[in-house]
Nanobody, 120 residues
Framework: QVQLVESGGGLVQAGGSLRLSCAAS????????MAWYRQAPGKQRELVAL???????NYADSVKGRFTISRDNAKNTVYLQMNSLKPEDTAVYYC??????????????WGQGTQVTVSS
């Protein structure tokens, strides 16, 4: 069994910064990729940023140049540094990880979500 625990959400004024963290624990053999998604009220969940095991990253156009995804492989943790936040960044942010378990089964895993609210 694998768990993802997120932290770092909160309320911030427009132009401010937040850093989200997500730590994976459990029966982990390797982590193939980690990502952050977000879901605003009345909208579909969307990919914000992705980082694969080799370190390559991908970002939604709406956050390029403002958000940075990184990971600490030793800690099985992924981070999302969010700068120059805008009110439209307000959403519940979810951590995602594709994890190969000790039994060598690769499965998708989601965190519980953390609220980010940007006031204007």
């Amino acid at each position: 069994q694998v768990q993802l625990v997120e932290s770092g959400g909160g309320l911030v004024q427009a132009g401010g910064s937040l850093r989200l963290s997500c730590a994976a624990s459990g029966s982990i053999f390797s982590i193939k990729s980690m990502a952050w998604y977000r879901q605003a009220p009345g909208k579909q969940r969307e990919l914000v940023a992705l980082i694969i095991s080799g370190g390559s990253t991908n970002y939604a156009d709406s956050v390029k140049g403002r958000f940075t995804i990184s990971r600490d492989n030793a800690k099985n943790t992924v981070y999302l540094q969010m700068n120059s936040l805008k009110p439209e960044d307000t959403a519940v942010y979810y951590c995602y990880a594709a994890i190969e378990r000790i039994d060598r089964v690769i499965s998708p895993n989601w965190g519980q979500g953390t609220q980010v609210t940007v006031s204007s």
